[in-house]
């Protein structure tokens, strides 16, 4: 993780977010991170709320077997950490660079003394409701996916179906 300090750079990230984000940008942190480099990792304390402005980050999950299973690919712009800021849990996701990313970092004492705002809430509420309805039209897909599959492992193998 590098310090970011190119101000022309960080003046159009901030405009980016405050397009979707209206938070006070004057408490923003800019960071860059290189590919493979983790931003988040599962099952630690959430160091920082964070704001993808650039690049592609990988968020995966490690099981109980130690299989690292692929959540999502995002790109920006991206808020992070926040399901992890309401419930007040540690991390849920590893978050990896895949790319060359920048970030703008919230410190996480800034973040909950924010939470009395209700700009800020809604802010989370947006981010938090638009996750979970990406997840759950994902989900519903491979769900529904697998059933075909499933069906079609029962099927005798002279079988096939057709369009």
Known sequence: MKLLNDQNVITQY??????????EMTALEWRSFSPGECIYEQGFPLPFLSFLVKGKV???????????????????????GDVEL????????TIE?????????????????????TVFNEVLLQSISRKFLTKSS????????EADVKLASYLPCSMTIKD
Do not use: C, M
């Open 14 to 23: 901030k405009e980016q977010i405050h397009k979707k984000y209206p938070i």
């Open 86 to 93: 309401i419930q007040q849990v540690d991390t849920l996701h």
């Open 58 to 80: 990988k968020i995966h999950t490690t099981s109980e077997e130690g299989k690292q299973l692929i959540v999502a690919f995002n790109k920006p712009i991206e808020l992070f």
């Open 138 to 145: 994902t989900l519903s897909f491979h769900l529904l996916h």
């Open 97 to 117: 660079a895949v790319t060359p990313v920048y970030i703008a970092i919230l410190p996480l004492a800034i973040a909950r003394s924010w939470r009395k705002d």
